[in-house]
């Protein structure tokens, strides 16, 4: 590390849990937004963002899907917030064995948000008419640092459940078919 600093800029959404009435219109387009092709199909399982729902408790809290977590915490955490008892990890953001939150429904590989790349405007942000998420952008020196692509995080996944040899074996049979 060269303790090299350079302006990033950082992009947080505001979350206002009060605003938010749990529509799922977030999830839904998050998935057709990242289905391959673009909006082919939609499924909220494959969002980024998931909304904690539990209508009788008048609880809607939106949780974005953060990094890929390879093993879980020694400990979990559980939380009451005036007077509402929320679910064991409820507000982690991480692709976490311990659970099957933020993980693609098939294949199990880890799903982060990327804020939209590409997009203007996140989407979630664009289709929540009740405007209980708001993008804020600012400007930050902070060290360089190599951002992990999605690509590298899904093989790194794969590696950790089935063993790097597995997956390189896998590999180069898959290469001698074509
Ligand atoms: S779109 Fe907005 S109001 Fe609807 S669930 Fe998502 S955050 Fe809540
Ligand atoms: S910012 Fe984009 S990728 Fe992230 S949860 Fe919202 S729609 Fe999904």
Redesign the pocket.
């Known amino acids: 590390m060269t303790g090299e600093k350079k302006k990033k800029i950082i992009k947080s959404i505001k979350i206002d849990v009060d605003k938010?009435?749990?529509?799922?219109?977030?999830e839904l387009v998050c998935s057709a937004f990242h289905a391959k092709p673009k909006y082919s199909s939609n499924n909220p399982a494959r969002a980024r963002i998931r909304?904690i729902s539990e209508p009788l408790k008048d609880i809607?809290v939106?949780v974005y899907a953060g990094d890929y977590a390879p093993a879980e915490c020694a400990g979990r955490d559980k939380y009451t917030i005036d007077g509402k008892e929320y679910d064991e990890c409820a507000f982690c953001r991480a692709s976490c064995p311990s659970r099957d939150e933020f993980k693609e429904p098939d294949s199990g590989l880890p799903l982060k948000c990327d804020m939209c790349e590409g997009e203007e405007e996140p989407l979630?942000v664009k289709?929540?008419l009740?405007d209980?998420?708001v993008l804020e952008e600012r400007e930050e020196e902070v060290e360089e640092e190599e951002e992990q692509e999605e690509l590298e995080t899904g093989l790194e996944a794969l590696a950790d459940k089935h063993g790097l040899q597995k997956i390189l074996d896998t590999i180069a049979r898959m290469s001698k078919k074509e």
């Not at 938010?20 to 977030?26: D, E, K, P, Q």
């Open positions: 938010c009435n749990g529509c799922r219109a977030c909304v809607y939106p979630c289709w929540c009740s209980a998420l």
